[in-house]
Every structure is written in structure tokens, then in C-alpha cells.
């Protein structure tokens, strides 16, 4: 089954002022059925919060650890809970 779930995701290394958010956005609506929002975080690095289909966030994950991204990713952190709902697509902060 594959239940509706939130993907809280932190990304460190140079992942700001070099289009990560906007790379980040355009992952997210290619995959579709993904809500949520890219924001930058005051110590460098950027936060993605998705909600939507177990796989679909899945697959972004996997985007945000694989080369290609824009700058350097150092690692990803990720947290999985119960999807809270609010989103209006998917959003640059």
C-alpha cells in the first residue's frame, strides 16, 4: 500500500544562492502529487518538507542525495512522519 506520508528533509553543504530551492521545486513537480515547501535555514542549509504518496517522496529523497543537484551536497537528513496537510503545491520559502 502506499499511504500518504511527510518527508521532512535537511540538506547541508553549498546548497544556498546556487538554485537549490528552485531545483529542489522542479523535482518535486515532476515527480507530482508532492505538497509542501524549500526553504533556506539560517546555518546553510535548506529544508524540504513533502508530503504525498510513500513513493513519490521517496523518490525525491533519492533527487536531493544524487549528483546533478545544484552546488555540493555534504548529506541529507531525513525524518518520515503522518502527513499534516495545508500545502497549496509545492513552494520556494
Known amino acids: 500500500m502506499n499511504e500518504n506520508v511527510r518527508l521532512t528533509a535537511w540538506v547541508r553543504g553549498r546548497v544556498q544562492g546556487v538554485g537549490?530551492?528552485?531545483w529542489t521545486r522542479a523535482r518535486a513537480l515532476e515527480i507530482g502529487g508532492l505538497?509542501?515547501?524549500t526553504s533556506n535555514l539560517?546555518?546553510?542549509r535548506v529544508q524540504v518538507v513533502a508530503e504525498g504518496p510513500r513513493d513519490r517522496c521517496e523518490l525525491l529523497l533519492e533527487k536531493l542525495r544524487t549528483e546533478g543537484t545544484p552546488g555540493r551536497v555534504d548529506g541529507v537528513?531525513?525524518?518520515w512522519g503522518e502527513p499534516r496537510g495545508g500545502y497549496d503545491g509545492f513552494a520556494i520559502r
Do not use: P, T
Request: net charge negative; charged share 35%; glycine share 16%.
Open 35 to 37: 505538497a509542501g515547501y
Open 77 to 79: 537528513a531525513d525524518l
Open 20 to 22: 537549490f530551492r528552485w
Open 42 to 44: 539560517e546555518d546553510g
